[in-house]
């Protein structure tokens, strides 16, 4: 570590990578959007920071970073789609999806902390079977497995927590306009 | 357009790789087809990064707390906690978040659904409680224990789960019941003894899922991240977060620790854990000491005022048939005769009962004379109520005054006393209680009594000590003691309405008395002890 103030290169690399974080979540949607592995999509997330921190200087503040990084955030989805053979859409509906005009959301920060204080009204079983899938990166047979019912439960418990959690956010969101 | 419900569905299966191939080219044609289907699409993949965002870093937050806290200008934390991970801290990532649930109430999602269905949620029965004291809903020996949280402040249970395992917990411990072959054990010991039926029956922890692959093991878990499993007979499977180091078959007299995500191999020890032989000798001493204080009291019972017939049930003698009244000062001829009926043992292991299963099954007695005021208590135990009405007794039939006491399909204490001559539904006082015994109660014993009061014109109904029905009589009736049936109907016409009725109970009784008058509240509360 050294006290130095940074270099203007420096302090604009660390302004994209915030920015990186801001969107970062929505990222992850559209990486997962292509990539349901959770462990492949982490790598391509990485990736993607990865690509985002050495390209930083090319970015030119003020242009729309969410263009930016969805950009590359495709063309690393789509190198590590080729890359492995792993069960995914179809290029041509992958194609038609990325075509879709739809803004990544820049609201990440409040979105989750909305999220945080939905998932702790969620009902236990429902608590865990969220906390199975996204935390652990259980699928349903495996959770299944561990909650001692069937995988068809496990769908719809996670399905149910799904929408409630959407709808809790929303509300939220819709009475506490910031 | 599409079905909306269905591209939901076919989403959420992309989403959670469970797909087949037809489905998948099922969603595609929706998605290359509609824009809007599109949308709805990439809207559910950007919650699905939400959560799984929020999910990383609620796992990161935590591996962060444990150590020196990050300076604020690294605002790239998240990427830094990335790398933590996959550079092999992977185990890490469950850190905390497993214990979220349980710091949930206990049995907020379980509770709503006892009584009503949990009956088809049941999967162990509890077998043995020792000196327990319950930090969630309580249960009795006997009863069965649905899906849900087994919390005990401290203590000894003995659970049989309906795959056929048989696992002694000690408190203070937390279990979750989760199938008849799968529990979680959050904190606590136990030992579970596994015949071959049961093979593959797993106690899962914070990480870790103990597979038996052979008789009998030990775990013994203080939080999510320490944890040890002792093998006493046979063999177990270690799977899940498991240290690479670590052995993942674990054989007879080895045992394991690990604490932290560091794995350490010993010698599994006995002595750490109950000993079921042990348990099972405090179960006679608690038994015989709850049996002698039962002898006791039951005679000094014995000498209560207007006490016309007490049956214990002890010395139950076959040959003879007799069941012996043991009221002091009781008639001659007011012992019981058995028909039928099995010798059984009681709420003891060395107190007599009497099974009653088959139609014929009953003890038939006499009490003498008319009385304005009865009380009936007894000691049951219903193993089922599969009957519209399971007679408990009924007593001087065809006549006014006679009286039913029973239970009906539903668990409801049903009392009839009959008013008039005519068999018609008017022609009884009757009083029902709620639903009292439920499935859950079944194999349970149970202290019943039902009193008339010919003074104040009340009839009550009381479980375990406790009224759970009173309502006044509109007639006031003389009840006519008479010829009685204990545990079954007959009418002693052939030309009843009722000839030819089945009612019999099915459970066991296992002490019975009838008094000429009214008790109280309190004597019926202190007769239940």
């Known amino acids: 570590m050294h006290d130095d103030p940074p270099t203007p290169e420096e302090a604009h690399t660390a302004k994209v990578q915030g920015l990186f974080v801001q969107y970062q979540p929505a990222v992850r949607g559209y990486i997962l959007a292509m990539i349901p592995d959770f462990s492949v999509a982490d790598d391509v997330m990485q990736e993607t920071f990865l690509t985002v921190t050495r390209k930083a200087a090319s970015f030119e503040i003020g242009t729309s970073f969410a263009a930016w990084v969805k950009t590359i955030a495709r063309y690393k989805s789509l190198e590590a789609l080729r890359a492995r053979r792993f069960e995914s859409l179809s290029e041509e509906v992958l194609q038609a999806l990325g075509a879709e005009p739809r803004e990544f959301r820049a609201d990440a920060d409040e979105r989750l902390a909305l999220l945080r204080s939905c998932l702790s009204q969620l009902a236990p079983q429902a608590r865990r079977s969220i906390d199975y899938r996204y935390q652990n990166d259980h699928l349903p047979p495996q959770i299944a497995d561990l909650m001692g019912c069937t995988v068809q439960s496990v769908n719809v418990t996670l399905s149910r927590a799904r929408a409630f959690l959407r709808e809790c956010v929303m509300r939220k969101m819709s009475a506490n306009p910031s | ?529």
């Open chain 2, 1 to 529: 357009m599409f079905d909306e419900a269905r591209l939901d569905r076919l989403i959420s299966a992309h989403f959670d790789r469970e797909l087949t191939e037809e489905e998948r080219r099922e969603l595609e044609a929706m998605l290359l087809s509609s824009s809007k289907a599109r949308q709805l699409f990439l809207e559910h993949s950007e919650w699905h990064g939400l959560l799984r965002e929020q999910a990383l870093q609620a796992g990161g937050a935590s591996l962060l707390e444990d150590t020196a806290p990050s300076p604020p200008a690294r605002k790239v934390i998240p990427f830094s906690r990335r790398a933590w991970i996959s550079a092999g801290l992977a185990a890490c990532l469950a850190l905390g978040w497993w214990l979220v649930p349980s710091k949930e109430q206990p049995g907020t999602g379980t509770d709503i659904a006892s009584k009503a269905d949990s009956h088809s949620h049941e999967v162990a029965l509890l077998d043995q409680a020792f000196d327990v004291e319950w930090d969630s809903t309580a249960y009795a020996p006997g009863e069965a224990l649905p899906k849900g949280f087994i919390k005990i402040r401290k203590g000894t249970l003995q659970l049989d789960f309906y795959s056929g395992a048989r696992v002694v917990l000690e408190g203070p411990a937390t279990l979750e019941l989760l199938s008849p072959n799968l529990a979680r054990l959050d904190n606590g010991k136990l030992t579970a003894k596994v015949p071959p039926p049961a093979e593959g029956f797993t106690v899962i922890n914070a990480k870790m899922r103990v597979v038996d692959r052979g008789t009998e093991f030990g775990m013994s878990v203080t939080n999510a991240d320490d944890c040890e499993v002792h093998v006493f007979d046979g063999e177990v499977e270690l799977q899940g977060e498991v240290p690479e180091a670590t052995a993942r078959e674990l054989f007879e007299g080895h045992a394991v620790s690990i604490r932290h995500g560091k794995s350490e191999a010993f010698p599994a020890s006995r002595e750490a854990f109950t000993d079921p032989s042990r348990l099972m000798q405090e179960t006679a001493r608690v038994n015989e000491a709850q049996r002698g204080d039962w002898q006791t009291a039951s005679q000094a019972f014995s000498t209560t005022p207007d006490l016309q017939i007490h049956f214990d049930f002890e010395g139950l003698d076959r040959t003879s048939m007799i069941l012996t009244n043991r009221a002091a000062g009781a008639a001659g001829n007011s012992h019981g005769t058995i028909i039928g009926c099995e010798t059984l043992s009681g709420r003891w292991d060395r107190k007599g009962a009497l099974g009653f299963a088959k139609t014929s099954d009953r003890v038939r007695f006499r009490a003498e004379g008319v009385t304005p005021s009865v009380t009936l208590m007894a000691w049951v135990r219903v193993d089922s109520l599969p009957l519209e009405h399971n007679a408990l007794l009924s007593m001087a039939p065809e006549q006014i005054g006679e009286i039913h006491w029973k239970l009906d399909r539903d668990g409801r204490m049903l009392l009839g006393l009959r008013a008039e001559p005519e068999h018609a539904y008017p022609s009884w006082e009757r009083l029902e209680s709620p639903p009292v015994v439920t499935p859950q109660d079944f194999g349970r014993w149970l202290h019943l009594a039902t009193v008339i009061d010919g003074d104040t014109g009340m009839m009550r109904h009381y479980m375990n000590g406790s009224e759970v029905a009173a309502g006044s009589m509109t007639r006031k009736v003389p009840i006519q003691l008479g010829l009685a049936n204990l545990g079954n109907f007959d009418a002693s016409s052939p030309t009843s309405p009722t000839n030819g009725m089945v009612r019999n109970f099915n459970g066991r009784i296992d002490e019975f008395a009838l008094l000429t008058r009214a008790l109280t509240a309190e004597e019926i509360a202190a007769a239940m002890r």
